[in-house]
């Protein structure tokens, strides 16, 4: 079998980009934790679950972040206490963001008197989506053209300077502002919720999305690129007048429970305050490339790149209690962060199933023991590929009945979850070391040597542990 990927490459760069090696060795940390896990008594006998006001640190003695965002939006009063806040937005409806400087003085002098700059971006709350996320925007704007996801009111913003939408990048906003100044940025989010769920037959949930801003500063090459601060929010957006309805909703359910049911609820507030996260991990937003004006035209969107951020990591023994701190924030664990204060790596490693679900509560426990624990969902889908320069170059072994010759050739396995061309696409460039957007179209040689176009159809239907060789040629890269 043979595929053939067009790539509008010279044959030098085709050739530096896959000859290089694929380092496909992986190790785990391979120790095991039965004997040692913690006992729930142990864990709940430490000073941080101890019912004592005194053994919790207060909250004036937290880091103060340089900055503070404010959405102008009320919060759900269907929220129970220690979940992540809940905001309702309505669609094409704009809303404030106050930018507050919240340095104490002295604090970063580097940025006084000068510009600082944020992106502003709308993205899945739902880790599933986030490992689809160009496919399901690619859907969006191929069923609304012309349209953006994320918009800035700027009639109604104040002192933000240079605002900018790229058009390639439709759910993402940036400007650049003056911390000392007063500043508030209205922004207008147009796809609602449920436009990314599967349709029944109505009255579908609409899924989450996350409104995250991050702040960079100027380094020495006058380059926005430097992490100041990140945070973000959950909310859901409603068609016009329903955030409104649905927040109403809530408030009567509210009123109907018992009293002593009202207190397992957070009160609605009438903003949303974002909270500290890590910077969203798509690097090539935060380059200082020039991006186009804010009414610039749409375009289509490229390959996303830096893809594979969005896994996670396996969290290490060897893990300091500040490095556990990190990843936690950087796998959306962020709410539990004050409760593991003092965990090192190998702390977290010890508890048992039941232990982080009493902690954590079942939705959010069973989800931070399966990261802790790095397991790994089984792919729909395992293709095997290798190079055909390869394969001729390699000696070939005879067999020992002589029937048939054994190449001793390296095949590299390509794991699919989509089952979607562009997520080979995808695929294909992390594996050779060239960018996605390299690849116009893939091909699979089929009867006769004639090239047919592999289509979503096409990779649903291959067989499962396949394999495929690579064949070079000048401007086309087949596959058998």
Not at 89 to 116: A, C, F, H, W
Not at 382 to 398: A, F, L, N
Request: hydrophobic fraction near 35%; aromatic fraction near 8%; charge should be negative.
């Amino acid at each position: 079998m043979a595929w053939a990927l067009k790539l509008p490459l010279t044959d030098e760069v085709i050739e530096s980009g896959l000859v290089q090696d694929f380092d496909a060795s992986l190790s785990g940390i391979g120790q095991e934790l039965g004997a040692g896990a913690y006992s729930m008594s142990d864990v709940l006998a430490l000073p941080i679950f101890k019912q004592e006001e005194s053994n919790l640190p207060p909250d004036s003695d937290n880091k103060i972040l340089p900055f503070q965002y404010v959405l102008c939006a009320a919060t759900s009063p269907a929220v129970k206490l220690h979940d992540e806040t809940l905001t309702y937005l309505n669609q094409g409806q704009s809303y404030e963001i106050r930018m507050l400087d919240n340095r104490k003085i002295g604090e970063l002098p580097e940025i006084t008197g000068k510009m600082v700059k944020s992106i502003i971006r709308v993205v899945f709350h739902d880790r599933r989506l986030q490992y689809t996320e160009h496919q399901q925007l690619e859907g969006w704007r191929w069923n609304r053209p012309g349209d953006r996801i994320l918009d800035l009111d700027i009639p109604m913003s104040v002192g933000i300077i240079d605002p900018r939408a790229n058009p390639t990048q439709l759910n993402t906003v940036e400007f650049l502002w003056d911390p000392s100044k007063r500043t508030s940025v209205f922004i207008q989010v147009h796809c609602i919720s449920t436009e990314f769920t599967m349709r029944k037959h109505g009255g579908e949930k609409g899924v989450p999305f996350r409104i995250q801003i991050d702040t960079f500063k100027e380094n020495e090459n006058e380059e926005y690129t430097e992490h100041l601060h990140s945070a973000s929010c959950q909310v859901k957006v409603f068609k016009p007048k329903g955030a409104d309805r649905k927040q109403k909703t809530d408030r009567e359910k509210m009123e109907k429970r018992a009293p002593q049911e009202k207190e397992k609820y957070q009160p609605s507030y009438e903003t949303t305050i974002l909270t500290e996260c890590c910077p969203w991990p798509e690097v090539t937003y935060v380059s200082n490339s020039p991006s186009p004006g804010f009414n610039s035209t749409h375009n289509s969107f490229p390959v996303a790149e830096g893809y594979e951020c969005f896994k996670i990591s396996n969290l290490l023994p060897t893990a300091t209690p500040q490095d556990a701190q990190q990843w936690l924030l950087r796998n959306r664990f962020s709410p539990f962060c004050r409760l593991f204060t003092n965990f090192s790596g190998a702390d977290l490693l010890k508890l048992t199933r039941e232990d982080v679900i009493q902690i954590c509560g079942p939705a959010d426990g069973i989800r931070l023991f399966n990261a802790l624990k790095g397991r790994v969902v089984r792919p729909r889908l395992t293709i095997y590929v290798c190079q055909e320069s390869q394969q001729t170059r390699d000696q070939q072994v005879k067999h020992e009945n002589g029937d048939r010759p054994i190449y001793h050739t390296v095949y590299h396995a390509i794991y699919l979850e989509e089952l979607t061309s562009a997520e080979l696409t995808e695929k294909i460039a992390q594996l050779f070391n060239i960018l996605p957007r390299q690849i116009n179209q893939i091909f699979k040689q089929g009867p006769t040597g004639i090239h047919v176009l592999v289509s979503d159809e096409m990779i649903q239907n291959f067989q499962d542990e396949v394999c495929f060789v690579l064949d070079t040629m000048k401007g086309i890269r087949a596959w058998r």
